[in-house]
T-cell receptor, first 112, second 115 residues
Framework: AQSVTQLGSHVSVSEGALVLLRCNYS??????LFWYVQYPNQGLQLLLKYTSAATLVKGINGFEAEFKKSETSFHLTKPSAHMSDAAEYFCAVSDGNGKLIFGQGTTLQVKP | DTGVSQDPRHKITKRGQNVTFRCDPI?????LYWYRQTLGQGPEFLTY????????KSRLLSDRFSAERPKGSFSTLEIQRTEQGDSAMYLCASSLAGGGRETQYFGPGTRLLVL
């Protein structure tokens, strides 16, 4: 069975600082992994996904994530935080049939 | 491509009433998913369709919940005899079937409050 754990329900960074949001997964099959962002009262928007090609995946808005099989991790990073990055971030793994299993989410706060 | 739309965006109802939500997927997408999200949690899978066939239902989907996708286009999710525990955001997503690597595109959600 697949599962996702996001370490840290709240992360606070200063504007311009590095953003690091942690995600560890468990999967019985080679995983397909996703990061989504959710702004208040909105649906989810895909940031990036890993589908067994390059292990370093670049997404929208300057975000990237690195798939590390040995660590079962797929952490999300951005070199320099912007105020507009404040949102809820969800890591998800596909069950192989298309269903997504989401983590609990991490709220990113960006301080001026 | 107009994106995934959901209607209504907000619904307030009294316990025991029935409610129905509608989802219109991206037109060429053959898969449609329903998820439920409670406050402070990630979305939880409820059910999904490929064309008009309902392929999987979660254990979360009690017999008070029913979903349809009659012509393989829009879908409806009905909750009968609503309970306060049904209060949540109901999210719809659509995709092209792709072995699990496909991107799901989400709608804005329907927020349900059961009083």
């Amino acid at each position: 069975a697949q599962s996702v754990t996001q370490l840290g329900s709240h992360v606070s960074v200063s504007e311009g600082a590095l953003v690091l949001l942690r995600c560890n997964y468990s999967s019985s099959v080679p995983p397909y992994l996703f990061w989504y962002v959710q702004y208040p009262n909105q649906g989810l928007q895909l940031l990036l996904k890993y589908t067994s090609a390059a292990t370093l995946v670049k997404g929208i808005n300057g975000f990237e994530a690195e798939f590390k099989k040995s660590e079962t991790s797929f952490h999300l990073t951005k070199p320099s935080a912007h105020m507009s990055d404040a949102a809820e971030y969800f890591c998800a793994v596909s069950d192989g049939n298309g269903k997504l299993i989401f983590g609990q989410g991490t709220t990113l706060q960006v301080k001026p | 491509d107009t994106g995934v739309s959901q209607d209504p965006r907000h619904k307030i109802t009294k316990r025991g009433q029935n409610v129905t939500f509608r989802c219109d997927p991206i037109s060429e997408h053959n898969r449609l998913y329903w998820y439920r999200q409670t406050l402070g949690q990630g979305p939880e899978f409820l059910t999904y369709f490929q064309n008009e066939a309902q392929l999987e239902k979660s254990r979360l989907l009690s017999d008070r919940f029913s979903a349809e996708r009659p012509k393989g286009s829009f879908s409806t999710l009905e909750i009968q005899r609503t309970e306060q525990g049904d209060s949540a955001m109901y999210l719809c997503a659509s995709s092209l079937a792709g072995g699990g690597r496909e991107t799901q595109y989400f709608g804005p959600g329907t927020r349900l409050l059961v009083l």
